[in-house]
């Protein structure tokens, strides 16, 4: 079992920068693979970015790439979302989510823990 807690979110310019935090408790954290989701008023929960078990392979989104940078540190259990030139359409509340796959995945119901999420706001 694995439990979330996002934090980090909060309202900003566009243009600006946050940086997320997901913090895991239980076991073997540094055994999943983890990954960023979002999900804006009206729509569908969309993949954001993924990174491998030991941090080695990410992969995001076509509409991040270049702007957010996910990371981890499986000594603190904890990954981030680093997201620079935030336009209005990053609005959303974003999950973290922990995946029984080692490896990079992008799809949803590959994921097994979820958090309760964090609301960034991106203003004009």
């Known amino acids: 079992q694995v439990q979330l807690v996002e934090s980090g979110g909060g309202l900003v310019q566009a243009g600006g920068s946050l940086r997320l935090s997901c913090a895991a408790s239980g076991r073997s954290f540094s055994l999943y693979g983890m990954g960023w989701f979002r999900q804006a008023p009206g729509k569908e929960r969309e993949f954001v970015a993924a990174?491998?078990?030991?941090?080695?392979?990410?992969h995001y989104a076509d509409a991040v790439k270049g702007r957010f940078t996910i990371s981890r540190d499986n000594a603190k259990n904890t990954v981030f979302l680093q997201m620079n030139s935030l336009k209005p359409e990053d609005t959303a509340d974003y999950y973290c989510a922990a995946s029984r796959r080692p490896l990079v995945t992008m799809y949803l119901d590959e994921y097994n823990y979820w958090g309760q999420g964090t609301q960034v706001t991106v203003s004009t």
């Open positions: 990174i491998s078990w030991g941090g080695g392979r990410t």
